[in-house]
């Protein structure tokens, strides 16, 4: 069946601009994880969703990143006032059960 | 908070060499640990997960990986690498109470020459 999908695969945009980053989780899965990756690292946790509600935000650095999942399915990831260290590659995965996490193809952001 | 160590960041092995790669953890109560991987231009795959039972878990591909609980570790381990195998590797650690939040080490990079 079809797994996670996250458009664009490829964000580039200026210092300052606003960008969202979708991620469509596979069909059924009630949880949806936002990771970011930077180069030479690991993905690190940003936010939770159980259903349409975010279950645990803590992962977010700061007050311009903001995520949400209106429906309980497709979730949208949000960064304002883009800054050049928000560079990264953002990983969405999905879950049924809150046990094993499936991730998607990431959106790779260069702010330039 | 949790974290997770994993000392090997670039691994070069020929092809049917054994392989281990280290995956530390730091924890004080009980947790899951998994083992992901990432082929060139793909994306995050599981290769295995231990959640409770017995300390050696098998996974796709001819990995396996075992848990011990006294030395906060899970190495990853495969008799004989193939070529197939270059790819990144991350260990992951979640507490075993819910909460959902997977925390990664940095990944070692294996290189299998043929």
């Known amino acids: 069946g079809a797994g996670v999908s996250q458009t664009p695969s490829n964000k580039v945009t200026e210092k300052g601009k606003y960008v969202e980053l979708r991620c469509d989780p596979i069909s059924g899965h009630t949880a949806l994880y936002w990771y970011r990756q930077s180069l030479g690292q690991g993905p690190e946790f940003l936010i939770y969703f159980q259903g349409t509600g975010a279950a645990d935000d803590s992962g977010l650095p700061n007050d311009r990143f903001f995520a949400v999942r209106p429906e309980g399915s497709v979730s949208t990831l949000k960064i304002q006032r883009t800054e050049r260290g928000d560079s990264a590659v953002y990983l969405c995965?999905?879950?049924?059960?809150?046990?094993?996490?499936?991730f998607g193809p990431g959106t790779r952001l260069l702010v330039l | 908070a949790q974290s997770v160590s994993q000392h090997n960041h670039h691994v070069i092995l020929s092809e049917a060499a054994s392989l281990e790669l280290g995956c530390n953890y730091s924890?004080?109560?009980?947790?899951?640990l998994f083992w992901y991987v990432q082929y060139p231009g793909q994306h995050l795959q599981l290769l295995l997960k231990y959640f409770s039972g017995d300390p050696l878990v098998k996974g796709i591909k001819g990995f396996e990986a075992e848990f011990i609980k006294s030395k906060f570790s899970f190495n990853l381990r495969k008799p004989s690498v193939q070529w197939s195998d270059t790819a990144e590797y991350f260990c992951?650690?979640?507490?075993?109470?819910?909460?959902?939040?997977?925390?990664f080490g940095t990944g070692t990079r294996l290189t299998i020459i043929p």
């Open positions: 995965a999905s879950s049924p059960d809150s046990e094993t996490q499936y």
């Open positions: 924890y004080g109560g009980t947790v899951n």
């Open positions: 992951a650690v979640e507490p075993n109470f819910g909460n959902e939040k997977l925390t």
